[in-house]
T-cell receptor
Framework: DTAVSQTPKYLVTQMGNDKSIKCEQN?????MYWYKQDSKKFLKIMFS???????INETVPNRFSPKSPDKAHLNLHINSLELGDSAVYFC????????????FGPGTRLLVL | GQNIDQPTEMTATEGAIVQINCTYQ??????LFWYQQHAGEAPTFLSY??LDGLEEKGRFSSFLSRSKGYSYLLLKELQMKDSASYLC??????????WGAGTKLIIKP
């Protein structure tokens, strides 16, 4: 009965590789988000989708590509991983796009070596 | 630019009261959120203020002054499990959430 789930929880990979992180929510929410939290603990919005449509696309390298096959899923694909991509990536969802209370997934800890 | 300021770290004693401040400068205002984040875990929602005044929820209260660009989170009867980071976030005129870096709260017995 997990509300927002992400896989994998941990991801250790070499520089230059391509990897994907998956997110699913069973709350019936319309809006989903990807955040990056670096070592200084700042939560930075990367993308937001509302009903499968991209609504927020912050200044993120185009190596990062989100995909929303349906409103319950938002995946994040990262090409040519770099050392600076090491961080915790959180998926979140909210009922609507006006960014009401957000429910976060458990996070994916990405370490690029 | 948009900015949220919170103290980096605070220490308090079990059973005591602590107030965590947050000041913000954003393009417009459509509400302020407080989230709690335990080490290694996801943020969880604590409170939401959109009008001036105090919102009370059990041991936690949150205050907002829009004219001063200021909020605080008040935690009473502190318990060891309250050791966590507390994140302040403001929703701007475009309904985007601007996040602070969080305040790490350390509770000592």
């Amino acid at each position: 009965d997990t509300a927002v789930s992400q896989t994998p929880k941990y991801l250790v990979t070499q520089m230059g590789n391509d990897k994907s992180i998956k997110c699913e929510q069973n709350l019936g929410h319309d809006t989903m988000y990807w955040y990056k939290q670096d070592s200084k603990k700042f939560l930075k919005i990367m993308f937001s989708y509302n009903n499968k449509e991209l609504i927020i696309n912050e200044t993120v390298p185009n190596r990062f590509s989100p995909k929303s096959p349906d409103k319950a899923h938002l995946n994040l694909h990262i090409n040519s991983l770099e050392l600076g991509d090491s961080a915790v990536y959180f998926c979140a969802s909210s009922p609507g796009q006006d960014q009401e209370t957000q429910y976060f997934g458990p996070g994916t800890r990405l370490l690029v070596l | 630019g948009q900015n949220i300021d919170q103290p980096t770290e605070m220490t308090a004693t079990e059973g005591a009261i602590v107030q965590i401040n947050c000041t913000y400068q954003t393009s417009g205002f459509n509400g302020l959120f407080w989230y709690q984040q335990h080490a290694g875990e996801a943020p969880t929602f604590l409170s939401y203020n959109v009008l001036d005044g105090l919102e009370e929820k059990g041991r936690f209260s949150s205050f907002l002054s829009r004219s001063k660009g200021y909020s605080y989170l008040l935690l009473k009867e502190l318990q060891m499990k309250d050791s966590a980071s507390y994140l302040c976030a403001v929703r701007d005129s475009n309904y985007q959430l601007i996040w602070g870096a969080g305040t790490k709260l350390i509770i000592k017995p």
